[in-house]
């Protein structure tokens, strides 16, 4: 297993989050097993430290509207990737699992990908920013732009202020192009046009 050595936890830098598939294992055909022997032991996030201070600033960023940064995963180990993508496709084909997961590049594996949420600072919940029954299509950046019904806009409209705060603090747009998926990138230009 290649894991980055300067990991460091996000919640002891006073950031919000919870790794995905600690708690999503069962709904990808994964077993407990699976992630335990992949180096996945607890819920608690990692990512690089090289990136911390820049995700306590985006954080502190956020709270001036009323949110707050969550982040929903950081590093994850090529094990976890490798077994992630065995049962993805066995549960959903590869042609849907490609859609997805960036198997070729793995970038949380580097500790400087995070995927990331809005956290409603009033409400100490999950702000959505896409309606779950619009599927997977609605995990990548336009999927409503040009829709005219206010629910629509108002998700595009909360897209891009999260894209747009990330890319100011040197975050990019992963390969595959999701709203939540940023890999910490400072060398290359936005990759984003609103």
Do not use: C
Request: no cysteine.
């Amino acid at each position: 297993m290649n894991t980055p050595k300067d990991l460091v936890y996000i919640d002891e830098y006073g950031l919000l989050g919870s790794n995905y598939y600690w708690y999503k294992y069962e709904t990808h055909g994964i077993t407990k097993g699976d992630i335990l022997q992949a180096g996945l032991t607890n819920e608690r996030v990692q990512v690089s430290k090289s990136i911390i201070d820049i995700l306590v600033s985006i954080d502190q960023d956020f709270q001036k509207n009323g949110y707050r940064l969550y982040i929903k995963e950081g590093h994850r180990s090529e094990d976890l990737y490798n077994i992630v993508y065995k049962r993805r496709v066995a549960k959903f084909g590869k042609e849907v699992t490609d859609t997805i997961l960036n198997i070729k590049d793995m970038p949380h594996s580097s500790g400087l990908a995070v995927d990331i949420a809005l956290w409603d600072k009033e409400t100490n919940k999950e702000i959505y920013l896409r309606r779950k029954e619009d599927g997977v299509p609605a995990f990548f950046v336009h999927f409503y732009q040009g829709r005219e019904d206010s629910e629509s806009r108002g998700y595009q409209d909360l897209q891009d202020y999260t894209i747009g705060v990330m890319m100011r603090y040197g975050f990019r747009l992963g390969s595959k192009r999701e709203y939540f998926h940023f890999n910490y990138q400072l060398d290359l230009p936005e990759n984003y046009d609103e």
